[in-house]
């Protein structure tokens, strides 16, 4: 029987043309997507946020609003409420007024993982500093020694929990930067939200990735870093600060 | 005249044991309470997140570290007039303690959960090593008692004495560390803290130790003997200075750093309740009139024992209440150079006023360490008997 070398031919062209127009497909896939479900963060990534002071409007709240609805927070003001972001507004001596918001800071050196007595306050392998529901016993020493006041105590019964976001009558807790909504490969709320309210001043991505835009974007413009005479390398910067 | 102590009547000391167990169950209710409710029910919120219960643990805490000193002074500096007091010294040290971890465990937001403090460690943290200090004394002082009690352990008692001595500075040192290594906040994160602790116990101690023992001997109808009164009474006056000198340094080297002088104005001139508990709780009342009473001799008189330490232990909550809430209420500084507003009290000084539950909790701490102390000394018998004399006008 003979060989029909053109058709061999022709089958192993198409298949490196296949080849070809697939990979970077899947590879792009794989960037995208970060890891498979089953598998454990991993330290290649940490998470962070840029704040553009430039494009964050004073009086906007869509940010703290996105988050109480994504997190099952009441959205009270009391000071016994829970508030896992706020706006804070700055005034300067010449009187002008800006706004950002401010949460967990997810420090590289968290002073609340260092001082948690039980280990309920750690820090994830992508940077992302969460509170252990089962081990928090309520002490409160992580809002002690946290400088940012981004923790918050949980003072009443809570009801209308979120699936994805357990909470509970006295453990303290703060922003996840939406961790349910990262290991599903989706962008954290408040980013949404300040992205559908059309400001674009919350950028989030892979501070590791020298090719994400937010790294592209530290590179490129001047941030800051709130209480940085602390030095706890926090993975939220600050433009126009 | 009589030259033994009489034993304080079965009815007196069960109207002692039934009001210190109200002031318990008080405490157990309101912690009740709190557990129930959540710490809503107490004046502390999410800036001020200590309140009333640690002043009155962290009083209790401390103050049973250093009412081991009257042991520690017999059984380690060998002064012979403190020995016969050893004994009543370990039992109140483990009674202050008791009282002090019952009452921040029971603050806790989840006190079911203090199983899981003892099951899990994380070994930067200041707490968890005070987990171990606090358990690691109370065994340590039981022995110590131990060695006392039991005459074929004495040769033990200073060796036993020598390492409570040892353990009660680490623990008071780690009680201060839980806010000298707080790098947050204006008021703490702070070395000198740490030896801020330890003189404040050996004064807040020694001051515990004098009111329970002045108590212990009228319910006998006796009294210290003049001499031995005197020398206590001037160490409590040593003591209170130790503990004016570090604050004092503390604030003056705030004062120095031009970017603690707005948190130095704040505790010391212009923040409202904090100054004034700050000059007239602390300096005047709990360091200035016991000092006076004491060089007066006034202390040392018959009426007066318990004035100077009653006032050095107001003058302690005066300045826990200073330094844990005032604090606390100092908002933080995140934007220096900026007026700063938000929805969660950014640059503003915070609200906290103490609820009923909290206080009662606290009482209910000073209340278990009370009854410690008292079914405690009935049981053994810890009534120094060498030195006794009549109290005047007992026949």
Known sequence: MSVDHGRRKFLWESAALAGIAIAPGITLYDLAHGRAPEAAASTAVRWGLLVDMNQCESGCNACVTACDTENGLGGGKRATDSQWIRKIELKDMRGRVRSLPMMCQHCAHPPCVDVCPTGASFKRADGIVLVDRHTCIGCRYCMMACPYGARSFVHEPV??????????????????????????????ACVEACTTAGRKALLFGDLNDPRSEISQRLAAVATTQVRADLRLDTAVRYHGL | MRASPTPSSPRRFWAFVVAGLAVVLAGL????????????????????????????????????SGVLNVASIGSVFKQVAY??????????CLALL?????????????PERVIVAMTHYNFTSVFAWNMFLYSGMAAIVVVYLWTLMERRMGVWSPHAGTAAFAWRIILTSGTGSIFAFL?????????????????MSFAWGLAMFLVAESLLYRWHGIEVPVAIRRRMQNLLALFVIAVLFFVLIHHLTNIYFAKAIPFERFILMDGGVYPQLF??????????????????GAASATRGTLAAPLLVVAGAFSLLYVFIIGGQAY??????????????????????????????????????AFLIAHIGAHAFDFLPRDDVSPAPGAD
């Not at chain 2, 020995?83 to 109140?92: G, M, N």
């Not at chain 2, 790098?183 to 003189?199: E, S």
């Not at chain 2, 500084?333 to 950014?346: A, I, R, V």
């Open chain 1, 159 to 188: 009801t209308n929990q979120k699936p994805d976001v357990p909470r509970g009558k006295g453990c303290v807790e703060s922003c996840t930067l939406c961790v349910h909504r990262i290991d599903h490969d989706r962008i954290p």
């Open chain 2, 29 to 64: 209710a309101a912690a009740h309470f709190m557990e129930e409710h959540g710490h809503i029910v107490t004046g502390m919120n999410n800036q001020v997140v200590w309140g009333m219960p640690h002043v009155f643990a962290i009083f209790l805490i401390v103050a049973a």
């Open chain 2, 83 to 92: 020995k016969p007091r050893a004994r009543f010294s370990a039992l109140l």
């Open chain 2, 98 to 110: 008791a009282g002090g971890l019952a009452v921040l465990m029971l603050d806790l937001g989840r």
């Open chain 2, 183 to 199: 790098v947050a906040r204006q008021a703490y994160g702070a070395a000198i803290l740490v030896p801020l602790f330890l003189a």
């Open chain 2, 279 to 296: 000059w007239w709780g602390y300096v005047v009342a709990g360091s200035v009139a016991p000092l006076i009473l004491i060089w007066r």
């Open chain 2, 331 to 368: 908002p933080l500084e995140l934007f220096p150079g900026f007026e700063t507003t938000s929805s969660f009290g950014d640059g503003q000084v915070r609200s906290y006023a103490p609820s009923l539950p909290e206080v009662a909790l606290g009482f209910g701490g000073l209340g278990i």
